[in-house]
């Protein structure tokens, strides 16, 4: 892995499930970690969907390899969401992870992302 490529900085962020004070479940996101990435954009479309145009993109995240990292897990990049579809590790060595992403909303969108991580 070339770590000068991995010139990103993204937070890694995790779900976390708490009952409020009506005993209702409170789903909200706990920073977990801030890496260096490479943050490489593969594919985007733009697609309707009930009367609305929408826009998909799909991105490339390689980082090292992070003991961790779960599927359910998200990354934040600057004012950007992204949700992880898959992950792999190219060379079953554990020293890179690409994480395959889909980006699903800004921090503006869903009010529920805290502060945005820098983009060194």
Same mark, same amino acid.
């Given at each position: 892995?070339?770590?000068?490529?991995? #010139?990103?900085?993204? &937070?890694?962020q995790s779900r976390t499930t708490i009952r409020n004070e009506e005993g209702f479940e409170d789903e909200s996101w706990t920073d977990v970690a801030t890496v260096w990435a490479a943050v490489e954009p593969l594919r985007g479309r733009e697609y309707f969907a009930a009367a609305a145009v929408n826009a998909e993109n799909t991105v490339r995240i390689r980082m090292r390899y992070r003991l961790g990292i779960t599927p359910d &897990? #998200?990354?934040?990049y600057g004012m950007r969401i992204f949700e992880i579809q898959s992950m792999i590790d190219p060379d079953e060595r554990h020293r890179e992870l690409h994480l395959m992403c889909k980006e699903v909303a800004s921090h503006g969108d869903d009010g529920s992302a805290g502060d945005a991580a820098t983009t060194g």
């Open positions: 892995m070339n770590i000068g490529r991995l #010139r990103h900085r993204v &937070m890694l &897990m #998200r990354l934040l």
